[in-house]
Nanobody
Framework: QVQLVESGGASVQASGSLRLSCTVS????????VYWHRQPPGRNQEWVAT???????HYRDSVKDRFTASREDTQNMVFLQLNKVKPEDSGVYYC?????????WGHGTQVTVSA
């Protein structure tokens, strides 16, 4: 059974930094794509970043040049470095993997950015 566990969320002031982690178990991370999403308070969930199995990375426009996704396949972990955070970056951050029609989600980690 594939499990994803996010960690690293915290309360931080604007312009600060955070590093989120996603630990994968039940499958090898190698060759698999991982997605980061977030759920801002009172808003719909939104995609944040994708890191493919080959290391290609894509970001939503609002986080480009501030967020950095990375992966360490030997540890079965994916990371999302948040720099220069803004209040609008607040929300619950989730990592996701997709296997055919099966979508696997973690429980999320809370990021709160105060002005």
């Amino acid at each position: 059974q594939v499990q994803l566990v996010e960690s690293g969320g915290a309360s931080v002031q604007a312009s600060g930094s955070l590093r989120l982690s996603c630990t994968v178990s039940g499958t090898s991370l190698r060759g698999n794509t991982v997605y980061w999403h977030r759920q801002p308070p009172g808003r719909n969930q939104e995609w944040v970043a994708t890191i493919t199995g080959s290391g290609l990375i894509h970001y939503r426009d609002s986080v480009k040049d501030r967020f950095t996704a990375s992966r360490e396949d030997t540890q079965n972990m994916v990371f999302l470095q948040l720099n220069k955070v803004k209040p609008e970056d607040s929300g619950v951050y989730y990592c996701q993997m997709i296997f055919g029609t099966m979508k696997c989600w973690g429980h999320g980690t809370q990021v709160t950015v105060s002005a």
